[in-house]
């Protein structure tokens, strides 16, 4: 029988020549991550085991991103334990204020993940690096912490489900409405521990933004992880980036899933996952009129250039509802400078919009955008659990960049197709 992609990259990593799901593998690792909450916890398992230096000084990457800049005397207490274990240890890729960024958004544009790599980072959202035709995992600060000290992992070798894409998706149509349709379609538990791969001649009409925004989200229906056919888009991303050696691998004819799906792009319309799950999906013909107080534009999901183009087209010429609070956080400092040189921020800041610094904040309900009790947001964000922008009777509605613009502009869930 013969392997996915997946089970190639974990196969090699392994020293193994072939590999079966279900199997347990210890393979080496290219990266390891961490960010300002998960960190902490793994220096402390790195030292408890008495480890003295990390395996190697350029494969670990740690970016406090979740509560940066600082907003309280603990966050300002994690970042300083964590910088002062990155500079002890002689961390290469340790990123903060001024050169930083959401830390999957960041580490693509730096170059430090190519295709054929093995990542795993202590964030569920790890997942992202797919779209590079990576493997790549979230795991727990354990983990991590094992990782840091001797640059490998165990891994369960996962099922995999393909996901064939055909067709062309129609303007408003972006990778986020993509991902949040197969996950209405299948549910937040339809992939769990499978690798979701993504296929088909559908691909050629998605950019790289559009495939890091389905990786990303492969978590939320439960996968080990999501990873992409490598192309002519993907190879040249890479070398754009980075001057690591990479490896494509690619599934044989006979490699086995245990589901398939064809998806027509075509047929797509903009999609809206409805509180308080991923999977209580709709397209934004069945919304209603769903009035709202907040709008935020970023994440590790949907805060690089082409989403925040697609917010400024939608944007431009218009203001922002009044009682809306409408805030844009470029995904890295290299998008923020790159979206104010192309005039984004004028647009922004005309239509009465706030532009932040990169940061994870309001995602996960940190900071920089906390819902109070009964108030609703349209987020481009990746979760909408109870409470997960702030009062656990608030609602996050998940959209992409070009509806959570529109819906900025009309103070309820809109397309642009209903803007006049």
Same mark, same amino acid.
């Given at each position: 029988m013969g392997m996915t992609m997946t089970q190639k990259i974990l196969a090699e990593h392994a020293g193994l020549s072939s590999v079966r799901a279900g199997q347990l593998v210890k393979a080496k690792l290219d990266m390891v991550l961490g960010n300002d909450i998960t960190s902490p916890v793994a220096i402390k398992e790195f030292m408890k085991i008495g480890a003295e230096c990390v395996?190697?000084?350029?494969?670990?990457?740690?970016?406090?991103?979740?509560?940066?800049p600082n907003k309280d005397i603990k966050s300002a207490e994690q970042a300083k334990f964590i910088?002062?274990?990155?500079?002890? $240890?002689?961390? +290469?890729?340790?990123?903060?204020?001024?050169? $930083?960024?959401v830390e999957h958004a960041l580490l693509p544009e730096k170059g430090l993940v190519v295709c054929?790599?093995?990542?795993?980072?202590?964030?569920?959202? /790890?997942?992202?690096?797919?779209?590079?035709?990576a493997f790549s995992t979230g795991v727990g600060s354990t983990d991590m912490a094992a990782a840091m000290a001797t640059g490998e992992a165990w891994f369960k070798i996962p099922e995999a489900i393909r996901f064939v894409l055909k067709g062309k998706p129609g303007k408003w149509v972006s990778g986020k409405d993509i991902i949040l349709h197969i996950i209405?379609?299948?549910?937040?538990?339809?992939?769990?521990?499978?690798s979701m791969e993504f296929t088909g001649e559908g691909l050629s009409h998605l950019s790289m933004d559009d495939r890091f925004a389905m990786a990303n989200m492969a978590i939320e229906a439960g996968g080990k992880n999501g990873i992409f056919d490598v192309d002519e888009k993907t190879i040249e991303?890479?070398?754009?980036?980075?001057?690591?050696?990479?490896k494509i691998f690619t599934a044989d004819n006979d490699a086995e899933y245990v589901e398939e799906y064809e998806i027509d792009l075509s047929g797509l319309r903009p999609t809206v996952a409805f509180p308080h799950l991923p999977e209580n999906t709709r397209s934004i013909d069945e919304v209603g009129d769903i009035r709202i107080d907040?709008?935020?534009?970023?994440?590790? /999901?949907?805060?690089?250039?082409?989403?925040?183009? $697609?917010?400024?087209?939608?944007?431009?010429?218009? +203001?922002?509802?009044?009682?809306?609070?409408?805030?844009?956080?470029?995904?890295?400092?290299?998008?923020?400078?790159?979206? $104010?040189?192309?005039g984004l921020f004028e647009i922004f800041i005309d239509a009465g919009a706030a532009v932040s610094t990169p940061t994870c904040g309001p995602c996960l309900g940190g900071h920089m955008g906390i819902l109070a009790k009964g108030e609703r947001?349209?987020? /481009? /964000?990746?979760?909408?659990?109870?409470?997960?922008?702030?009062?656990?009777?608030?609602e996050v509605y998940l959209a992409s960049p070009a509806v959570a613009a529109a819906s900025?502009?009309?103070? +309820?869930?809109a397309s642009p197709e209903d803007l006049k």
């Open positions: 395996f190697d000084t350029e494969k670990i990457a740690i970016v406090p991103d979740h509560f940066t910088r002062e274990f990155a500079y002890k $240890m002689g961390i +290469k890729n340790y990123f903060e204020i001024g050169e $930083m960024g054929g790599d093995v990542v795993i980072g202590a964030d569920s959202h /790890t997942c992202t690096y797919g779209a590079l035709g209405g379609m299948i549910g937040v538990d339809g992939a769990l521990y499978k991303y890479v070398k754009e980036h980075s001057r690591k050696a990479y907040q709008v935020v534009i970023g994440s590790c /999901t949907n805060g690089r250039i082409e989403d925040l183009r $697609m917010a400024a087209l939608v944007l431009k010429g218009r +203001k922002v509802h009044k009682g809306v609070r409408c805030i844009i956080i470029p995904a890295t400092q290299k998008i923020w400078r790159q979206a $104010m040189n192309e947001a349209v987020a /481009t /964000t990746n979760r909408n659990f109870v409470g997960r922008m702030g009062h656990p009777e608030s900025a502009v009309a103070g +309820k869930i």
